[in-house]
């Protein structure tokens, strides 16, 4: 077994990824998550990498897309108001089917909102963000050991699917310290033969492009990306679930707040409250199938965001209507405490869950 | 056993980096730990703060917003903090820059002039490790030579301060069992 | 036996440009293609196409192509660089990518000196919306949105990227050219075998801006826009060489 050792959230994504094979990290300086790009400086020259300190965002993503045309594993990384202008280049990765990590070190908004934690960029995320019919698979670790599990898992997932994967993390993991393994990998990156490095004795020449004006074409390349986003759905939805079988509440929470949620429901049980937790570990796809099944056995659910209302509208879509969807959410960097979610959960089992 | 700390000081006080040396030292004994910076509206008001979870159980919230002991290096510190720490809890009160104590009669209260102490070891830097060493022997949440051990770990490339750091937590330990 | 003097290089695919006609982007191409030919190195050549009327070109270089967003191709270009850097980059760029959307990144690939040659095509007009202002029209210049002329008051006056560019340390070459006749054809085509060998020599970056008509937009036969590079366009952008490293000719 590999020593533990203690990191910070964003450092261990940068060693994540060294160890998932990643050489090249193009991105720009952004609270809250610029040890990771201070920590890329400074390992990978060790490590024979390239880092480059970008001009702005939006050049970053694009060296980016260059970067994985090429058919190497490449990593950028930012805080929400640098990922809104990351945004058009997503979209031209997710159309031209290239492989990447994006990792999204989330921060309060709107606008240059402020550097404390926040979950505001679900819906950007998981909805597309840029322009066009696309997916990211969206990750979402909740803690330092699953950040560098879920970095390595990225780099296979976007090779496996030709996909941009976004790793959404917040503030608060980003800044916080556990101990952490890094367990031997296997990861081994795919023989990319559409890859565009040079013809090197090729017949034919390999174009990275997303470009398609002839409209019949078109469609049939969104028809397929859709057949893509359905496999990714079928394969590679992920949760996690705690004492939801007997729960009369489940509690949904993703990323940092599920492991506030978290305290707050073990408080709640220790009061015999029958309250469970759905942990979305991938935000897209999202795990519809948990909130199916245990839609007939909950009285209620209660998702808990910081943000204003985000993931609730997924869960209420899984729930479709057979039971109560309440929502607890704080913004602009606040964090609510276990006490405050474990008072919600109360006042939703008194409101909601009563027969 | 859930030991929730929140160490907090003026910048430049050292207390992220005990917070560390405590995090790393509960690693060391195969404990379950977190630490985490200040982050929410404590920020403000130029105190730097974390929380530490030093814990036998997997760690839910890392965020501390009610601590079983409280560092306090400073006044604002103590101000901002003191109502939350829990009935029973530990507050360590740097004596050197705080003149008062605490108005509540439901936690242990222990002052530490820090920065004498460290003047005396002839260096002001280690007062924070004047209290690392109080909080230690106060709350039990790790044994000392872990904490010289994630020490030795952490500055690896300056093992000249090892000695007078290890001096310092005896010297804190010294004023919880007198 | 009769001798073959001229046949398409191997560095374009056989087919035919878009283009209109009297645009010099299809000379402009062919001359790309055959320095890249001339260097004997197609087999590690990566281009980048950008947005504009040359969109397509990665339909007709005969070498792996990406296609970039609008603006991007320097970073682009770069990120493939760093990844192959046994590899020849360049970007083909119009003046509204270049210029006007990109300049953010045109600027920083130059100020880094990345080892990347960019053919720069200024016609000084968007071709492929249709004839709008650029960075580069010329004052009191009529265009679909300057349709009163251009007013440097308003627009301000046109941009110099080859003697912009020049002032950075990064830049190792910066040429004008023009190919509106045949023996600016010849100078401009050595000019991009220069900036290509550049490159190649692991100098730093490395552009050549090609004066260019565009019949269409500017609402002229292929003569009289030809005439108007001519009279028009090389007063304001004169042609040369800007920048070069020691040791190679002017």
Same mark, same amino acid.
């Given at each position: ?12 994504? %940068? ?33 024979? %990498? ?63 909102? %402020? ?53 959404? %993390? ?77 729960a009369d509440l489940i509690l949904v929470a993703?990323?940092?707040t599920?492991?506030?949620a978290?305290?707050a429901m073990?408080?709640a049980?220790?009061?015999?409250y029958?309250v469970g937790l759905i ?19 909950a009285k209620a659910f209660l998702a808990v965001e910081?943000?204003?209302g985000?993931m609730v509208?997924?869960v209420r879509?899984?729930v479709?209507?057979?039971r109560p969807v309440a929502f607890y959410g ?11 979610v474990y008072e919600q959960i109360v006042k939703t089992l008194?409101e909601r869950g009563?027969? | ?178 | ?91 083909? *760029? ?136 001519? *009279? ?19």
């Amino acid at each position: 077994m590999a020593e533990k050792i203690l990191m910070k959230g964003n450092e261990a994504i %940068g060693e994540a990824a060294i160890v998932a094979g990643c050489r090249r990290y193009f991105g720009y300086p952004i609270t809250p998550q610029t040890e990771l790009t201070e920590y890329m400086a400074k390992r990978m020259p060790q490590v024979g %990498g390239v880092f480059l300190q970008a001009e702005s965002e939006v050049a970053a993503i694009n060296m980016v897309y260059g970067a994985a045309g090429t058919g190497v594993r490449v990593m950028t990384s930012s805080s929400s108001p640098g990922i809104s202008l990351k945004q058009e280049g997503i979209s031209y990765i997710a159309g031209a089917e290239l492989p990447c990590v994006i990792v999204n070190i989330m921060r309060g908004g709107p606008g240059l909102g %402020g550097i404390q934690p926040g979950q505001a960029d679900y819906f950007q995320a998981t909805k597309g963000g840029g322009h066009g019919d696309y997916r990211n698979i969206v990750l979402a670790p909740n803690s330092v050991q699953e950040i560098v599990d879920m970095t390595i898992q990225a780099f296979d997932l976007a090779d496996q699917y030709r996909n941009p994967v976004m790793l959404l %993390g917040d503030g608060a993991l980003g800044q916080m310290m556990e101990p952490v393994e890094f367990k031997a990998t296997d990861t081994v990156p795919s023989i990319k033969a559409w890859a565009a490095n040079g013809m090197r004795g090729r017949t034919q020449p390999n174009i990275i492009n997303s470009l398609h004006l002839q409209p019949e074409k078109l469609e049939q390349h969104n028809i397929h990306l859709q057949q893509k986003y359905a496999a990714i759905q079928k394969n590679e939805t992920r949760w996690e679930e705690l004492y939801t079988e007997d729960a009369d509440l489940i509690l949904v929470a993703y990323g940092i707040t599920s492991r506030i949620a978290r305290s707050a429901m073990e408080k709640a049980r220790s009061e015999s409250y029958k309250v469970g937790l759905i942990r979305p570990q991938t935000l897209w796809p999202f795990p519809a199938a948990p909130f199916a099944k245990y839609a007939k056995t909950a009285k209620a659910f209660l998702a808990v965001e910081l943000s204003a209302g985000q993931m609730v509208e997924d869960v209420r879509l899984a729930v479709n209507g057979v039971r109560p969807v309440a929502f607890y959410g704080r913004t602009g960097g606040m964090i609510p405490s276990p006490k405050a979610v474990y008072e919600q959960i109360v006042k939703t089992l008194k409101e909601r869950g009563g027969n | 056993m859930t030991s929730e700390i929140i160490m907090a000081g003026f910048g430049g006080q050292g207390v992220m980096l005990i917070g560390q040396l405590l995090t790393y030292a509960g690693m060391l004994e195969n404990k379950q730990v977190s630490w985490i910076p200040s982050y929410g509206p404590e920020m403000r008001g130029g105190t730097a703060n974390c929380s530490v979870i030093v814990s036998d159980e997997p760690i839910g919230a890392p965020i501390v917003t009610e601590p079983t002991a409280l560092v306090a290096m400073n006044l604002p510190s103590l101000d901002k903090f003191e109502p939350m720490v829990q009935p029973g809890g530990v507050i360590i009160i740097n004596s050197s820059l705080i003149e008062r104590t605490v108005a509540r009669s439901d936690v242990k209260v222990y002052q530490i002039p820090a920065n004498d102490v460290a003047a005396e070891l002839g260096n002001s830097k280690v007062a924070n490790m004047v209290v690392l060493g109080a909080l230690i022997a106060a709350t039990g949440t790790v044994n000392s030579q872990s904490v010289n051990k994630a020490f030795a770990k952490m500055f690896a490339q300056k093992p000249d301060l090892l000695e007078i750091n290890e001096r310092a937590i005896e010297r804190g330990a010294s004023y919880i069992k007198c | 036996m009769a001798e073959k003097l001229f046949s398409r290089p191997q560095s374009l695919k056989d087919v035919a440009f878009h283009y209109c006609p009297g645009c010099h982007h299809g000379i402009i191409h062919r001359l790309v293609a055959e320095v890249i030919d001339e260097l004997d190195v197609r087999d590690k050549t990566i281009g980048v196409a950008p947005v504009g009327c040359s969109v397509l070109a990665y339909e007709y270089f005969n070498c792996d192509m990406f296609e970039a967003a609008h603006g991007r191709a320097p970073a682009v270009a770069t990120g493939i660089k760093r990844s192959q850097p046994d590899t020849v980059v360049f970007t083909y *760029q119009g003046d509204g990518d270049l210029a006007a959307i990109g300049c953010a990144e045109i600027v920083h690939a130059a100020a880094r000196g990345e080892k990347i040659t960019t053919i720069f095509v200024n016609n000084a007009i968007y071709g492929m919306t249709g004839g709008q202002m650029a960075p580069t029209s010329l004052i009191e210049q009529v265009t679909n949105t300057s349709p009163y002329g251009r007013n440097a008051d308003s627009a301000g006056m046109p941009i110099r990227m080859s003697e912009m560019l020049a002032t950075l340390d990064g830049a190792s070459f910066i040429a004008r050219v023009a190919v509106n006749n045949p023996a600016n054809m010849a100078k401009a085509k050595a000019a991009i075998k220069k900036a290509f060998e550049i490159q190649i020599n692991g100098h730093g970056f490395s552009m050549v801006e090609i004066l260019s008509t565009c019949p269409t937009n500017w609402g002229m036969s292929p003569l009289e826009a030809a005439a108007w590079l001519e *009279q028009k366009m090389i007063p304001y952008y004169p042609l040369g060489q800007f920048k070069a490293p020691e040791g190679v000719a002017k």
